[in-house]
Nanobody, 115 residues
């Protein structure tokens, strides 16, 4: 079992920055990928960024060049640095740990970007 907790959300003006954190505890060795998703009101949940156990990263086209995903294995923590935020980035951001058998989701953290 893996327990996942996000933090770092908040309100920011367009063009501003936020850094989200995700701390995992439990059976960490079972985790293959670490992912950030987001879900805006009335919309589906979409993946924003992914980082593999080997450190390879992928990003949604909408955030390329503005968001950076990283991980600190010693702290079992993943980060999402979000720069040049846009109002359409307003959403609940979720951390998802991809395990060998199942995925583990956090409760989400709200990010609100005002214009």
């Amino acid at each position: 079992q893996v327990h996942v907790v996000e933090s770092g959300g908040g309100m920011v003006q367009a063009g501003g920055s936020l850094r989200l954190s995700c701390v995992a505890s439990g059976s960490i060795a079972s985790i293959n990928t670490m992912n950030w998703y987001r879900q805006a009101p009335g919309k589906q949940r979409d993946r924003v960024a992914r980082i593999t156990s080997g450190g390879s990263t992928t990003y949604a086209d909408s955030v390329k060049g503005r968001f950076t995903i990283s991980r600190d294995n010693a702290k079992n923590t993943m980060y999402l640095q979000m720069n040049s935020l846009k109002p359409e980035g307003t959403a609940v951001y979720y951390c998802m740990m991809g395990g060998r058998i199942r995925d583990y989701w956090g409760q989400g953290t709200q990010v609100t970007v005002s214009s």
